[in-house]
């Protein structure tokens, strides 16, 4: 199983990115995807949820700025992010969870850096 996010980099407050997370070795269309993130000195927060059922969930923080999605075709799941604040710097990492779900079938990637600053 690999988890592959890119997209991260060093953007103005206000701009926008745009992270994509490729999977391979799992089931894609029945993974529920997560983004989560780490800030420096930070424990691991969740961003957005993106279930195979059409779920869609966002932190408080992110809501109405970030947008989830997924192409099952492509096995790819999406973090737009607009609006961007110096407090959306983090490590940015993609997660998958599939059946029958447990720790032992929760998947992640490597993590791809976002930095906001002017």
């Known amino acids: 199983v690999q988890l592959q996010a890119s997209g991260g980099g060093l953007v103005q407050p206000g701009g926008s990115l745009r992270l994509s997370c490729s999977a391979s070795g799992i089931s894609f269309s029945i993974a529920d995807m997560f983004w989560y993130r780490q800030a420096p000195g930070k424990q691991r927060e969740i961003v957005a949820k993106?279930?195979?059922?059409?779920?869609?969930t966002y932190a408080h923080a992110v809501k109405g700025r970030f947008t989830i999605s997924r192409d099952n075709a492509k096995n790819t799941v999406y973090l737009q992010m607009n609006s961007l604040r110096p407090g959306d710097t983090a490590v940015y990492y993609c997660n998958a969870d599939v059946p029958p779900y447990g720790p032992e079938y929760s998947y992640w990637g490597q993590g791809t850096l976002v930095t906001v600053s002017s």
């Open positions: 993106f279930t195979s059922a059409g779920s869609i």
